[in-house]
């Protein structure tokens, strides 16, 4: 039994579990069970607590630490050229917040802040600050933030009710009480204050239910409740700058915020979401049968995000597994787990079977543009049967 994040209602058992090890958005395995919780009150799916979150966050956890050109890719352009997340999450942020000029923003969450740098240097004259809960970021925050507008570990007192808008991108799925974290953002803010929130859709990318390090799995119904609980006013939900993401913009309210809840909206997402747990299980045991079937065969994955390490945690002990094959052409000519990353038109002509590490929702559409996987011979493995 455990207690939702959002409603703290009582949720009886987990509607998904797979033993230990669990494994993060940054690939890193932690020895614990995967568990996913659905809540029938409000909508809100949930994983189970991480072991030393503090210290996780604080020293394991780095995003895009290795250089500026480390960014994940966010699409595949219409000319075959990626889109970066960073850049696309500028472009949203600066429409979605329609700032006025001079506007303090803060960056909460920020890690390097990529996205709010790209963001000043199309709008020079807002005043930007940056906030996390590590120090590691700090070298990426100077010659643009000046020093008294950065903050790692505690929020400086005299910025209570400074900020005519604050962005959080991708922060709130990893934050084990949502709503405390929403009060304390409603806080920061100015009276009518806006505040753009960016989290994973896992309607629109399954994957993010087997995260270990995001604790919540928001639905539409689950952060509308979040918000109101902590006395925002939901001004705009965008399903679709955005793919896999909701981009929602909040305005601080300084009365209460009445609750509604649709009862058939969260019937929808609760359904939702246990279907997706039962994708996993499913999955689990395909690869299990998928890796029996090809023993000892030459093998690659297709994909070194998620799903592709997840397929290699899965079934490296029974293929022999040569590479990963990945479209970002920054994780080319490195290596994961070991194995190297190279563009898929270079798989070589000896590999007999290919892992489609991909969101199951996408991967059909991007493996049908990828001549090289079309040879006679070429096994494809897919995690969704
Ligand atoms: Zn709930």
Known sequence: MTACRVCGSHIAEASYEASAPALTTTMAFVDIPTLAFVCDECGHAQSGDLPDIKAFYDTSYQISMESDDHDQIFAIG???????????????????LDLPQGATILDYGAAKSTTLR???????????????????????????????????????????????????????????????????????????????????DVAANPGDMAVADHLNHFS????????????????????????????????????SVPLTIDRAEIATATDKAREICAFWKQAAI???????????RRAAIYGSGFYGSWICSRVESDVALSVFLDQNPNLQGTSHFGKPVIAPATLADDVDV??????????????AQQPSLHRPGLNLVWIDG
Request: proline share 8%; net charge neutral; glycine share 4%.
């Open 118 to 200: 790209k963001m000043h240097k199309a709008r020079p004259d807002l005043r930007p600050h940056v906030f996390d809960v590590s120090a590691d970021y700090r070298p990426a925050w100077q010659g643009w933030v000046a020093p008294e507008d950065q903050a790692s570990y505690t929020i400086p007192a005299e910025w209570v009710g400074r900020f005519q808008a604050i962005m959080s991108h991708f922060v709130i799925e990893h934050v084990p009480e949502p709503v405390a974290f929403l009060k304390a953002l409603h806080d920061l803010l100015a009276p009518e204050g806006r505040l753009l929130l960016s989290m994973p």
């Open 220 to 255: 539409i119904p689950s952060f509308k409740r979040a918000f109101s609980l902590a006395g925002f006013r939901v001004d705009t939900i965008d399903t679709e700058v955005f793919p896999g993401a909701f981009f929602v913009i909040a305005k601080r309210a300084d009365d």
């Open 286 to 296: 395909r690869l299990n049968e998928a890796a029996k079937e090809f023993a000892g």
């Open 354 to 367: 290919v892992f489609v590490g991909l969101n199951p929702l996408k991967a059909r559409a991007a493996i």
């Open 78 to 96: 219409a000319d075959n050229q990626p889109i970066y997340r960073t850049d696309h999450q500028a472009a949203v942020s600066l429409r979605l």
